[in-house]
T-cell receptor, first 112, second 112 residues
Framework: GENVEQHPSTLSVQEGDSAVIKCTYSDSASNYFPWYKQELGKGPQLIIDIRSNVGEKKDQRIAVTLNKTAKHFSLHITETQPEDSAVYFCAATPYNNNDMRFGAGTRLTVKP | DVKVTQSSRYLVKRTGEKVFLECVQDMDHENMFWYRQDPGLGLRLIYFSYDVKMKEKGDIPEGYSVSREKKERFSLILESASTNQTSMYLC???????????FGPGTRLTVL
């Protein structure tokens, strides 16, 4: 089955700096890669996703890049703000949500 | 506004008790999931259901069972709670096979 590794486990940046979180996956058949943000006391919420037919996707300050050859994908947050502080999870699945595997999570802290 | 609700935010139970965690979604989603979230391990799938009365085991079903009598409701049952089931439990729902999962706020269960 799919195995997803996520790095780093914790990340601290100054407000305004960029943050990058990286994930690798094992199943070359994986074709859907969502990123979830979990704020304190809440469930995870989808912030961006990418499918295997594209290499990059942007949504305002958030971007995700996918390298299918190397089997890794990354989340980029530019101009970080304190409200970006949360735990971020990457995930990958080859077929459907039932087969989705999540990374261990990255706790991002943005210092004002 | 889409919503997944869970019956309790915090729950404290004794070893050996039978525990029921309830999840309700109002989006008419056919797929529902129960995850367990532990530090450093990410989200691990316990059980999922793709239709009323249908259920499938996830990665860590041991010690758990589920019930889905109505489309909007998915229950997780701990037949005899043990201390190693102390964790955060997250319910999610989705429509289709590769779409955004909507998560509830989670239930933090402590088994003493």
């Amino acid at each position: 089955g799919e195995n997803v590794e996520q790095h780093p486990s914790t990340l601290s940046v100054q407000e305004g700096d960029s943050a990058v979180i990286k994930c690798t996956y094992s199943d070359s058949a994986s074709n859907y890669f969502p990123w979830y943000k979990q704020e304190l006391g809440k469930g995870p919420q989808l912030i961006i996703d990418i499918r295997s037919n594209v290499g990059e996707k942007k949504d305002q300050r958030i971007a995700v890049t996918l390298n299918k050859t190397a089997k890794h994908f990354s989340l980029h947050i530019t101009e970080t703000q304190p409200e970006d502080s949360a735990v971020y999870f990457c995930a990958a699945t080859p077929y459907n949500n039932n087969d989705m595997r999540f990374g261990a999570g990255t706790r991002l802290t943005v210092k004002p | 506004d889409v919503k997944v609700t869970q019956s309790s935010r915090y729950l404290v139970k004794r070893t050996g008790e039978k525990v029921f965690l309830e999840c309700v979604q109002d989006m008419d989603h056919e797929n529902m999931f129960w995850y367990r979230q532990d530090p450093g391990l990410g989200l691990r799938l316990i059980y999922f259901s793709y239709d009323v009365k249908m259920k499938e085991k996830g990665d860590i079903p041991e010690g758990y069972s589920v019930s889905r009598e109505k489309k909007e409701r998915f229950s997780l049952i701990l037949e005899s709670a043990s201390t190693n089931q102390t964790s955060m439990y997250l319910c999610a729902s989705t429509r289709g096979s590769l779409n955004e999962q909507f998560f509830g706020p989670g239930t933090r269960l402590t088994v003493l």
